[in-house]
């Protein structure tokens, strides 16, 4: 779990949707230099807490943007692509990536209401309405930013 400031929750919340420092200190009312130093700090603590999640889960890393607050793997244990994502709403949430039967899994709603909160954090309108459709498009868009 990452121990975020408020602050540091509203600079994550207006760089993750793609606002210049200069926006987001007019927003928040603070200095360029203050959104900047804040977003430094800020990023090294979610890339070191994308890094512990893929080490205790064994996860070989491929890459990792802290900007955008992910991490692309892969699990030699599953054999599978593996995405760890970081929200300031679900904090971080490992996704490997498989082909789900979404209708029967007992995990569906919950799955739905975290990639919601993911997309909506990250302004992005999710089309999909199936929760491994959703990841799909989450992640694509996601990945590409």
Known sequence: MIELTQRQIDLWRLSVRGLSLSEIASALKISR?????GLQSLETKIYKAL???AKANRIEIREINAKKGYLVGWSPEFGVEVIITFSAKNGVQVWFRHKGDCKNCSMR???RRILLNEAE???IELKEDEPCKMAEELFRRILVR
């Open 33 to 37: 230099q203050a959104v900047h130093k």
């Open 51 to 53: 890094i512990g999640v």
């Open 109 to 111: 709603e919950e799955c």
């Open 121 to 123: 954090e990250r302004g």
